[in-house]
C-alpha cells in the first residue's frame, strides 16, 4: 500500500514555476487532478495556458520529475489534456489579483 498523499504530490509541483508568468502550476490553476495508486505510480492530469506554449515539453518534463522527489513514489504519468480550456478564472485569487483579473 501506498503512504504517498496528494498534498505531498502538490507540494512538489508547486515548486514548479511558470516561467513566462511567475507563479507556480497549482495556484495558476494548471493541475487539474492527482492519481496514486497502490503501488506508488503517479498520474498527474494537467493543462497548459494556451496550446501554443513555448515551454510545453519543458514544462511536462518538470511535472514528470517533480513527484519523484518523493522517495516511495515510482513512475509519473503527465496525461496532458486541452479540455476544460485554462482561463484565469481557475487561477487562485492571489494570481488573478496579480495579473489583474480582478
Not at 85 to 92: D, V
Amino acid at each position: 500500500m501506498c503512504s504517498v498523499t496528494k498534498e505531498q504530490i502538490y507540494n512538489e509541483l508547486r515548486k514548479i514555476i511558470d516561467p513566462e508568468v511567475g507563479f507556480n502550476l497549482v495556484e495558476m490553476g494548471l493541475i487539474y487532478d492527482v492519481e496514486i495508486d497502490d503501488e506508488c505510480n503517479v498520474k498527474v492530469t494537467m493543462t497548459l495556458s494556451t496550446k501554443a506554449c513555448p515551454m510545453h515539453q519543458m514544462i511536462v518534463q518538470w511535472v514528470t520529475d517533480a513527484p519523484k522527489q518523493i522517495d516511495e513514489v515510482k513512475d509519473v504519468e503527465v496525461n496532458l489534456v486541452w479540455e476544460p480550456e485554462w482561463n484565469i478564472s481557475m487561477a487562485e485569487e492571489s494570481v488573478k489579483k496579480a495579473l489583474g483579473a480582478i
